[in-house]
């Protein structure tokens, strides 16, 4: 890694911040700097380098998706899941009701859409969603090697209080059986997760977790090779939200990103890199930090393709 060529493309990038904007349909989102841009990468022979404003908290969103996607592939065989979810990438939003109802026999198209999410979090291990959430959480901090990770309380009150459309498709999937507890509070579990609060380095952790096929750095392993390799195949064609295509092609990693403005991606077998730039554009991704990981994957030779 060339230090000083990166801190180059992060001047680089810097001016895309000003071209997105942040998030607004959860409202505390919105008190966002969209001037933000941080960048850690954490390499596989130890190594860590970070840029920029990578100790800036945020909450994770939808990046969480991937720890409850990890928990549910440890709680259940893969039948069962897919059972509840298929894996199909879709063109349509990442909160649309339409595909949930119109296409692939009720189960939601994917486990990094909403409902797909919900569902997910549904088959975590645990008798009432307070479990589940504590699951997911304590899977995520030993992930991430920082034991501190917690919601951020008034980004979790901002989500349940303007919550509609995901009550609108765990009631769907309710009324379809793909959801076999109760749903409000299985929701504020959901929302609780998604609220989070992280930096550049906590994710890019995950990132590096999934490029070490399930190892911590102290060589622990919390998964297997083959629930990790499906994850990264997920996130290759469904993480980027209706962008994941033209992110593949742009940038060829796979990659979770989350309207909070991170993206975690993976590199597989070198590095995980952790970016933050709460200007969003108009997939929700994190308009500079998509363009950044463009020259990076450029700079490095990162595309899988």
Same mark, same amino acid.
């Given at each position: ?17 000003? &071209? ?29 380098? #970070? ?9 994770? &969103? ?13 709680? $259940? ?8 979810? $298929? ?26 859409? $909403? ?40 980004? *979790? ?30 929701? !504020? ?6 609220? /989070? ?7 890019? #952790? ?17 998964? !297997? ?15 980027? *939200? ?18 909070? =403005? ?9 590095? =995980? ?21 463009? !020259? /990076? ?7 899988? *393709?």
């Amino acid at each position: 890694m060339d230090k000083s060529h990166v801190e180059e493309l992060m001047r680089k990038n810097a001016r895309h911040t000003a &071209q997105g904007a942040v998030a607004s349909y959860i409202p505390e989102l919105k008190k966002q700097d969209p001037s933000l841009l941080g960048l850690c990468m954490m390499a596989v022979d130890g190594r860590t380098l #970070s840029f920029g404003d990578d100790r800036s908290r945020f909450t994770a &969103q939808s990046i969480v998706k991937v720890p409850v996607l990890l928990a549910a592939l440890l709680d $259940n065989s893969l039948e069962r899941l897919f059972q509840k979810i $298929n894996l199909s990438p879709t063109a349509d939003g990442f909160n649309s009701i339409v595909s949930l109802e119109t296409k692939s026999d009720k189960k939601p198209l994917n486990p990094f859409i $909403n409902s797909g999410a919900i569902a997910a979090l549904s088959m975590v291990a645990g008798e009432q969603p307070e479990e589940k959430f504590r699951r997911v959480l304590e899977l995520f901090r030993r992930i991430a090697q920082n034991p501190h990770i917690e919601v951020n309380e008034a980004v *979790y009150r901002s989500e349940k209080a303007t919550g509609d459309r995901n009550r609108a498709l765990a009631y769907y999937m309710k009324s379809t059986g793909i959801l076999e507890c109760a749903v409000e509070p299985l929701l !504020d579990a959901y929302f609780r997760l998604c609220s /989070l609060e992280v930096d550049c380095h906590d994710i890019a #952790s995950l990132g590096y977790f999934l490029a070490r096929n399930g190892l911590t750095p102290q060589d622990e392993r919390l998964a !297997d090779r083959g629930a990790c390799r499906l994850i990264k195949a997920v996130m290759a064609t469904c993480g980027m *939200y209706d962008g994941s295509g033209e992110f593949a092609a742009m940038v060829g990693i796979p990659a979770k990103s989350g309207v909070g =403005g991170g993206i975690m991606g993976v590199v597989p077998g070198r590095c =995980g890199v952790g970016v933050l730039g709460p200007a969003l554009d108009e997939h929700g991704n994190s308009l500079a930090g998509v363009m950044l990981l463009h !020259d /990076l994957s450029e700079l490095f030779d990162w595309s899988i *393709y």
